[in-house]
């Protein structure tokens, strides 16, 4: 419950109905005692023959080992609420605080064991439980719970709803292949004029395709901006603010991958990104092919698949909260890196896109989400030392401490860079996968007749004081994202610099596959820049969001919007009605404002978020 408190019940409050977040305690409280009671059944396995050969001192033995038990679960509870405490409140002192506070709190708990006094005290305080009857009575509460919950998803499952594909009696002749990298910063690639060569592959692709170099993301982080490619909705519309939302039911049938579907192609996708595959999960048979994939292979999967009767894909709760729960709890007793479900491979993303190809008849739309250069930086062993000394950061498989958050000092950079440089290496990473993935579809002839798009969710930043990505201040960097398109047949590559977001992909693709684009999408399809006659390149405009701390169930109070034309960023939040005008060409600092230099330019930002967005009107006057 403890663990429960420490914002986990409100964070759920912001996307879950009071009935999910109801059966998410549940199921949490279910699991525990199963645990505990599985833990228990093992220790008196293990003990019983020592208390059989010690019959003549068992009542003795066995109150020794309930006392030691008694006195472990108490430290490790109360080291927990340290933990927290200290997570919650005190992060920003850094490590050695830390390290401080776990200190006194082992040797307080020491010396409170040498009281004879209060060690009666702690190895007494959980008697009320461990009495027979009571322990009886949470047993079968355990038991009638677990039952409640396993036929309650099954119901839920049995009762969701399905999607048939229409029928057609000829499939499409063009083929559509998105591919997304996690947190992959336009500016960090060699294509966008990056110093360092860390794209040559994605380079010589971009040489027969369509380059758009002012694309920007819908959001800062995976979630949302995910949504934003599978519905053509900006979040505000979609209401997928966190990073464990899902589409609301009244956005379910908005994908435009059914609409492809039900034009009569085949569909499949694959998301390495356990955030990603979970949102566009929540758009209900909008792929032929879709398998959920194996984030952390080994015991915690199996673990996953047996206790699957508690956690089905009934679209009830959240399933990507409760695999990253038991993950981190898995990992944490295992002493183990709790980030293991963020380190899918490219490698390995491209061989499942090889898979699902294979099961792909012609006339298919398949979109690759690939988890390379997300964090942690890890490249491989051919780009490890490649831009910085290989034995440089040897420790790097773990996000800074908070240090670094919200935003780090100026002190700090040089840090910073260093690290930048890793993730140059892990981008090199995924570059060089990339290339023997299109290689290997040109000598398979998988491309005859595909239009290939090359993008990312959102970037990463190493400047301006933002590190990384998840940030309310949209900086340029953690925005900016590649878009790269080449047509079927294309041969010469093009430079397009007219402005736009996430909400024209989907139009984009609908429009190549010759599909009608829904009345409700309100995005442009960017296929008139493909053939090189559209002008007026400095007319576009890109919107950007941030809308984590709210509630789905209430209107946006707080959170930040972003409008981007060709020259200047205007960032406003929306809690406070502060505006801050941006050069693009300096807004990778997070605290800038030159409005006082550009008024009039302020202004007619402002007006376009309004413009764009009458209901945040109210906050935005």
């Known amino acids: 419950m403890l663990w429960l408190a420490q914002g986990k019940l409100q964070s759920w409050s912001f996307y879950l109905t009071v009935w999910e977040v109801g059966f998410e305690v549940t199921l949490r409280l279910v699991f525990a005692a199963l645990a505990g009671m599985a833990l228990g059944t093992i220790c008196t396995a293990v003990l019983s023959p020592i208390l059989w050969y010690f019959e003549s001192s068992r009542e003795r033995l066995i109150d020794w080992v309930t006392k030691f038990v008694v006195v472990l679960v108490l430290f490790v509870y109360s080291r927990y609420a340290v933990i927290a405490l200290i997570n919650k409140f005190w992060s920003y002192h850094g490590p050695r605080f830390r390290l401080a506070l776990l200190t006194a709190h082992f040797l307080a708990f020491a010396l409170a064991l040498c009281i004879p006094r209060v060690r009666q005290e702690l190895v007494t305080s959980l008697d009320g439980f461990l009495g027979t009857n009571t322990t009886r009575r949470l047993a079968i509460a355990t038991v009638v719970g677990t039952v409640a919950l396993v036929a309650t998803e099954f119901a839920l499952v049995k009762t969701a709803p399905t999607v048939n594909a229409a029928h057609v009696s000829r499939r499409p002749k063009s083929n559509v292949l998105l591919i997304t990298f996690d947190a992959l910063s336009a500016e960090d690639m060699s ?13 010589a692709f971009a040489r027969k395709a369509t380059v758009f170099t002012s694309f920007y993301s819908a959001s800062t982080f995976t979630t949302p901006s995910v949504a934003t490619i599978l519905t053509g909705l900006y979040p505000s519309e979609s209401q997928v603010y966190q990073l464990q939302g899902h589409v609301r039911p009244q956005n379910s049938d908005k994908g435009f991958a059914r609409a492809m579907r039900s034009a009569g192609y085949a569909t499949g996708a694959f998301f390495s990104n356990p955030f990603a595959y979970y949102v566009a999960n929540s758009l209900p048979n909008d792929y032929d092919f879709m398998p959920e994939p194996i984030f952390q292979s080994g015991s915690l999967q199996r673990m996953w698949d047996a206790t699957r009767p508690l956690h089905q894909d009934s679209g009830f709760g959240s399933r990507v909260d409760e695999y990253w729960d038991l993950e981190h709890v898995w990992n944490t007793v295992g002493r183990m890196n709790t980030q293991l479900s963020m380190r899918f491979p490219a490698v390995a993303s491209f061989e499942q896109a090889h898979q699902i190809l294979a099961k792909l008849p012609d006339g298919f739309f398949l979109w690759i989400h690939v988890m390379t250069p997300h964090s942690p930086y890890l490249p491989d062993a051919a780009n490890r030392g490649r831009f910085l000394a290989a034995s440089a950061l040897p420790g790097l498989t773990e996000e800074p401490d908070s240090l670094w958050e919200p935003h780090y000092q100026p002190d700090q950079q040089s840090q910073v860079d260093e690290h930048r440089l890793r993730y140059d290496e892990f981008i090199a990473t995924a570059d060089r996968a990339f290339g023997n993935f299109m290689s290997e579809l040109e000598a398979s002839g998988k491309l005859k007749n595909t239009t290939v798009i090359v993008s990312a969710d959102h970037g990463e930043s190493f400047e301006g004081g933002v590190y990384q990505h998840h940030t309310p201040y949209l900086t340029r960097p953690v925005i900016h994202v590649p878009l790269i398109i080449r047509t079927t047949g294309q041969q010469d590559g093009r430079t397009v610099a007219f402005t736009a977001d996430q909400t024209a992909l989907a139009p984009t693709i609908l429009d190549l596959a010759s599909v009608p684009k829904p009345d409700w999408m309100r995005g ?44 200047y960023e205007y960032v406003v939040d929306i809690e406070t009605r502060k505006g801050a005008l941006r050069p693009l060409n300096e807004a990778q600092v997070w605290n800038l404002d030159r409005t006082a230099d550009d008024p009039a330019r302020a202004e007619a930002l402002r007006a376009a978020i309004l413009s764009r967005f009458p209901y945040l009107m109210q906050n935005l006057k």
């Open 191 to 203: 294509l966008y004029g990056y110093t360092l060569p860390t794209t040559p592959n994605i380079d």
């Open 524 to 567: 442009q399809s960017l296929t008139g820049w493909l053939s090189g006659d559209r002008k007026g390149e400095n007319e576009g405009l890109a919107f950007t969001q941030y809308f984590e701390k709210n509630s789905v169930f209430k209107p946006l109070r707080h959170g930040t919007v972003g409008a981007i034309d060709g020259h």
